[in-house]
């Protein structure tokens, strides 16, 4: 019988696992936002945790959202909302540029944290966020429904049967449109007002949007070791149409992806208005995952083809809400002790380091290893990388070959 993971001590008491009664962490939202609306399901009717108080700058907004979920407080200011000895835990729902500070903030006042993805805007923000979350001793995660979305789940399993054989290839196609829900011009505002003032570095499709199928990538295939990117913009806003490749760890697996806006097509979905379906092939089969935001592929949400035929599965939950509920329903487990915290601060910074990696293959038109931007010195770590990796592949040869006795081509000349 594997270990018990230790109980997290809470203001509200703590959780027995073998107990019959469980004592609801008390959730304090910041930030009641568009997204908020996919982090509230998670928690209604959940047992080990409640929203407790909310939190936005807007008062009209935290007294709407207030009365929706049921809360017991809510606030426009949250350092009042993390002053608050009631609230055990927290979910940041805010605009990037906000998630250090705020993250810090709560980290000092001893909360648990769930961060919305993208963990934050570069390395050096995103190691003192771990820092302060250690210093404090807190349940620190970074919430990505990707890592949580149900036909990813069962494909990563799939894979790691060996149903597929030994995976090659994943591809990615994301499409993104006109429809959807609607989104408040505020919610626009702020995403361009950022990757405006960090020189158009930070893509609202490559680096936001992106976050989730880097998530994927690296739920499915594992860690990445290079990666190389293409990233145009139609009207100097959307970055798209953009192809971005890379290459797994340690594995001759390869991935691509690929980026399309289309201001004309309407894409069918009850959220953000684009779309994106996978294909893992191995060595012995294919899966595909049809759709993840939208609901541009009819049939099964996922399939898989070998030399046996196709086999569907058509009872997995795809709506795109479901990873976000798996995703607040593992930060409310990891507070009571009974699973780890997904994406834990190291995997959401490896993950904004393959994203940074892109952009900086884009800006700079080179292949970029993502340790390379850890590195002091990265041009000279990407050189001695590439010298290394050529002396490694080069054919060794024996010492009569390297001295001319012996080897060449002669022995592959006709005989008379």
Sequence with gaps: MPARRPCVRLRTGTYSIRGTIMNQVNIGIIGCGRIADLHYPGYRNNRDARIYAVCDANEETAL??????????????????????????????????????????????????????????????????????AEAGIIFRVTDNYAFYPPILLARTMIENGEIGDPETLSIMMASGSGGWAVPPSAWEWRLRENRDRGGMRGLQTFDHGHHLWTAACTLLGPVERVTAWIDSLDGVIDSPAVMMWKHAGKKTYGRCTFNHAHELKIPSKYYANDEWMEVHGTRGIIFIRRCTGLVHGGPPLSLFTSKGWKHFTNVKSDWAEGFI??????AAALHGKKEARLSGAQAREILRFALAMQKSSQERTEVFPEELDARFPALYHRRRIARERREAAPRKGI?????????????????
């Design 64 to 133: 709407r959202r207030k009365k929706e979920w049921k809360a017991v407080k809510h606030y426009t200011d949250y350092h009042a909302l993390l002053a608050d000895p009631s609230v055990d835990a927290v979910e940041i729902l805010t605009p990037h540029a906000l998630h250090e500070p705020m993250t810090i903030d709560a980290a000092r006042a001893k909360k648990h944290i769930a961060l919305q993805k993208p963990m934050t805007v570069d390395l050096a923000s995103a190691d003192r966020m771990i820092e302060a979350a």
């Design 326 to 331: 798996g995703a607040t329903r593992n930060f």
């Design 400 to 416: 009569l070959e390297r001295l001319g006795i012996s080897g060449g081509t002669a022995q592959y000349a006709a005989q008379g």
